[in-house]
């Protein structure tokens, strides 16, 4: 059942390429640049007319909620507001007829998303899913959605679930995008390939394995961690550092690189491991410069790069390596060494990975 791996979690992280490629399957036809969505066509006058997108969310949802608010409000141009479902439900959120709620789950059933559907549909708002479990709770709640197609996530740790919520949110804004005319036609097209090529590319960056295995054997004993990042890869980030803590029971914080001197810069020293996002396209030289920040103060600094990076190379401890793509696609290659990370790390101490303590995998109580 396992297919060969230790835990679920591995073969999930495993999984990936695949996962990523059924979720755009059978929606996109590249060469004649066509994005087929039934839930998205069929609403697309209301999608089109929507002053304001307001996602709502819980743990790993809501950060793939996160990275969606970029990519809309980049391509889209329309704003996007990004809520805890927990938060959102119990004060008096300002709600219009021509809000738009996406309400993204991967199990379908989690009571706080569940909860503030309900009261985003009380208000007036068109309410569409992005859930994975076909025939759940929130997908029968909702006015139309669209499902991930990631197959069973078993590992209470969600990995495969996040990359393919943001592949389908990807797609449903370059959809918004090319009928609204915020992006050129070569744009539209470019982009379609490029995210046609991620699955090629997430099998590239799984071949570090064995170089994260290394990396999670010097820092397994740490007592506490960062991550940084910016714009598409700031909630990455956040991802990766709950990856850790919810397997690991390590401390850990994500965090915008560019907050990080407004705080938590006096956590920094030698017994400080700080895990930096710090691809090509993407705000790098701010980022180098953080890097630099962190290692003035003697912290340990993990780059995540892209291929062939020279400079961060020469700061960092240690680097791991992934393919190039554009911007926004980023965070679906960049989350992969940070999930192999918390996973080697937690197996390596000797912790539950796949049914960490405390936790379940849908959170059903409110
Ligand atoms: O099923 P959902 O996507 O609604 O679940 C939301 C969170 O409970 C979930 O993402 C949780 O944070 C994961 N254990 C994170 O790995």
Redesign the pocket.
């Known amino acids: 059942e396992k297919g060969g791996y230790d835990h679920f979690m591995l073969k999930e992280i495993y999984e990936q390429p695949n996962a990523i490629s059924d979720t755009y399957r059978g929606r996109i036809r590249v060469a004649e640049g066509i994005i087929k969505m039934a839930g998205i066509d069929d609403n697309l006058a209301k999608l089109l007319n929507a002053k304001r997108i307001i996602v709502i969310?819980?743990?790993?949802?809501w950060h793939a909620g996160l990275v969606a608010e970029y990519i809309f409000e980049e391509l889209v141009r329309i704003p996007v507001e990004v809520e805890y479902a927990s938060e959102f439900r119990y004060r008096n959120p300002v709600i219009h007829q021509d809000d738009v709620v996406i309400a993204?789950?991967?199990?379908g059933?989690?009571a706080d998303?569940m909860a503030a559907i309900k009261l985003a549909k009380e208000r007036g708002a068109f309410v569409f899913g992005v859930c994975n479990v076909v025939g759940s709770s929130i997908s029968r709640e909702t006015h139309a959605g669209a499902y991930t197609h990631a197959g069973p996530e078993i590992g209470?740790?969600?990995t495969k679930?996040f990359t393919t919520q943001i592949t389908v949110l990807s797609l449903i804004a370059l959809k918004l995008a090319e009928r609204k005319g915020t992006i050129s036609n070569s744009d539209f097209h470019y982009y379609l390939q490029e995210l046609e090529r991620i699955p090629e590319k997430v099998k590239d960056a799984l071949e570090s394995n064995d170089h994260i295995k290394l990396i999670a054997d010097t820092y397994k004993n740490a007592r506490n961690f960062l991550y940084l990042g910016r714009g598409y890869n700031f909630p990455v980030a956040l991802e990766g550092a709950?990856?850790l803590k919810?397997i690991s029971y390590i401390h850990a914080e994500g965090y915008p690189a560019a907050e990080m001197k407004h705080g938590p810069i006096a956590l920094i020293d030698e017994q400080m491991p700080v895990v930096v996002i710090a691809t090509k396209k993407g705000h790098y030289e701010k980022v180098v410069s953080n890097i630099q920040e962190i290692k003035s103060r003697k912290g340990k600094i993990i780059g995540i790069v892209t291929e062939g990076d020279e400079t961060v190379k020469r700061l960092a401890d240690h680097v791991i390596e992934i393919p190039e793509t554009i911007e926004f696609l980023t965070p679906l290659l960049t989350t992969i060494p940070l999930q192999l990370l918390s996973y080697h790390i937690a197996v390596m101490l000797g912790k539950n990975v796949d049914q960490p303590r405390n936790?379940a995998k849908?959170?059903t109580v409110e």
């Open positions: 969310a819980c743990g790993t949802s993204i789950s991967q199990s059933e989690t998303t209470v740790a969600s679930a709950l990856k919810e936790l849908s959170v």
